[in-house]
């Protein structure tokens, strides 16, 4: 395939796709067929033989979602992607791909909540254990290694307590034993943070968050070599079938186009409200990548472009002062999910990460007191006066 375009600004608008090759069309077509017609019987057996280019049938590939598929290949550096129904899709894709019963998985301090689950339906089902590795060391990572590890799987930054991951350490250790390295990149984007070009090899998405942009499609991507991406695509994507339809591929095509403007916007806006909530006398805690004070600010200026749009913060009380802030919010709205437009608060200890126990939530940082905002694209001034009315009437009313 090859990346046309080298700079991500132009990438996200034009890679991918040729207006020339659909009669001047300058937004992609929505290719909404199921199916492709062969014109005789023999060119069907070609093309179900692999002998011929061309579509067939479209569980197994759709103009529409190719074109995608191509862009976020070229956006994150990777030889292929492909496009699923959700981002749990892509996760179960790639976890079921790279797996067999009784291997072993290597995993982050701290994983998304549905990954979570799916890893420990993994081992009650097929036997496959995990560690959870804080990876803080190339040694602390390596003495967990064992003969039948078959990935290690990283989250950075780590939500919703923010820790970073240093990508390039991960990749060198996995190097030595011949392990992918499968990066969840949902929360940095290949506008942030690049993990194949730090020696990574497997890149996915939940395109619900940023991809997408806009709170209105649920949907995940993957991306990695050649050989990779068609073995998943051969099986687990096709005969597990999490495909996207095209025209979610296409409101995806849509969103990217605005990524880094988008991205740029979201991390300016939030490095003023982090400013603005480390000095407020009833916040605790804030926990913020782009934090210059941050214990693991080394590695996000190493690996990340910026501090993104997520912030995570303590409230000084207790669970209900939590809850009390987000019932006194307007225009923020309180809802999971992140990377819209519209700012989004929640209460992970309640909400994303109520399935995960409760010694497990505090070993991972994730108190009573703990809220997360995704930063919307709104001007920051009004998410702060909104946070800070919030905030000031919790300490009037106590
Ligand atoms: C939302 C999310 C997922 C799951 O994606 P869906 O699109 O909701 O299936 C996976 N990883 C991270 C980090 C997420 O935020």
Known sequence: MGEKYKRIETAVIHEGYDSKDHLGSLAAPIFQTSTFTFDTAEQGERRFAGEEAGYIYSRLSNPTVKVLEERIAALEGGEAGLAFASGMAAVSAVLVALTKASDHIICSQGLYGCTFGLLQMMKDKYNISHDFCAMESAEQLGALIRPETACIY????INPTM???DLEMVANVAKNYNIPV???NTFSTPYLQKPLELGCDIVLHSATKYICGHGDVVAGLVVGKKEFISSVAMTTQKDIGGIISPFDAWLLLRGLKTLPIRMDRHSENTLKIFKKLRNHPIIDKV???GDLDHPDYHITVKQMKQGGGLI????N???QAAQKLLNHLRLIKIAVSLGDAESLIQHPATMTHAVVPEESRRSMGISDQLVRLSVGLEAWEDIWEDLEQALNSLTEME
């Open 154 to 157: 990283v989250e950075t930054p």
């Open 163 to 165: 820790k970073m991951v």
């Open 182 to 184: 499968v990066v969840d």
């Open 287 to 289: 926990y913020y990548p």
């Open 312 to 315: 995570s913060f303590e409230v």
């Open 317 to 319: 009380g207790s669970k």
